[in-house]
């Protein structure tokens, strides 16, 4: 049975082929070369956000432009400072908090209803991006979930169990609807995915979940922060997944589920075809390291994307990135940037090579 068929799950720019009929018949295709077959023709590429540069419209304007040349479909509005000061910079602008140092905050009151922050970088990008011609449906926004803001708010000394996460109250009264806003508006600009990341929901939720939380706080988060958004919806959170996120991220109100597979291999063991289809949800595998300064080879990458899809079928894999954003790779000094670049070539690459 072949032919091509508007994806099931509804996303509007992806189709999908109905050739592939299971594992073996795709190692089989692979092996004889007819890749095409595949069907991979509509999978897209993106990347979770950040860059080794600083924080200037030049920079901004480079990662965007180099990311779209290297053949990433779905780019994303790029990254160049702390992904949590980019939202909690303006909360100490309009007098919610005060900066202290290592991107730490403490709280002065947090009440009322703050303004929408204006974000440079997303003036910025939606400028670029007019100029250019690139149209903000193919564009990825990626926001700072309420948890992870909440664990950079301090309340006391000695990390996240000293800090703002610790009080349910205030991240339901505050942060939540500060981040929902965010969400709306993005919305309305044309951002055609929005994604929500919340690294600190892996630390949250292992065997029981952290500071008293249900998985009915958890969900409520999500519907709250992304209800009434129509744009594509996501989440990204890094790090081994654990049996108990996973089944909870089954009934997140999102589409995609962006983790780590090339540093964290356990993940391929956390979820399942099934659980997926039934949940409606897709993976957006991360399958080059986030980590490393060292570009992986084609052939081992392609290997991983193979296996994540030959577990979890065609229809259920899509925006393939890397495992987390490269701002990271800053450490490596002056050539970190063409490895982050080099790195997203190669996730475009193979997606290439499987359509
Ligand atoms: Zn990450």
Known sequence: MAGETECEIGCPSRQVSLVFV?????NQVYVFGSIKALGADGMRTSHVGSYP?????SNLKKAFLDTVEAGITVPPVPQLRPFTDMYLDPLEEMGYLKKIKG???NPIRLEGEPE???????????????????????????????????????????GIFNSLITDKKKIFEFLIPYVSRIAKRMDELGFGVIFVDEPVIGLLVGRRILFDYKESDILEAYELIFSGV?????????GKISPRLSEILMKVPVTYLSHEFYDSRSNLDRFSKEALEEGGKVLS???????????????????????IIDRFGLERVDLVSGD?????????????YNIAINKLKLISEVVRSLS
Request: hydrophobic share 40%.
């Open 22 to 26: 299971s594992i073996h018949s795709i």
């Open 53 to 57: 540069l600083d924080h200037s419209l």
């Open 103 to 105: 991107g730490k905050y």
């Open 116 to 158: 929408l922050p204006e974000m440079e970088e997303v003036n910025w990008f939606i400028n670029v991006a007019r100029e250019r011609g690139f149209d903000l449906s193919h564009a990825r926004m990626p926001i700072t979930g309420p948890f992870t803001l909440a664990s950079r708010i301090e309340t006391g000394e000695g």
């Open 230 to 238: 129509k744009a594509e919806k996501g989440t990204h959170i890094c």
């Open 285 to 307: 595998p991360g399958i080059v390291s986030a980590q490393s300064v060292d570009v992986e080879t084609i052939e081992e990458v392609r290997k991983l994307l193979i296996e």
């Open 324 to 336: 987390c954003g490269f701002g990271g790779l800053k450490a490596a000094g002056p050539n970190a």
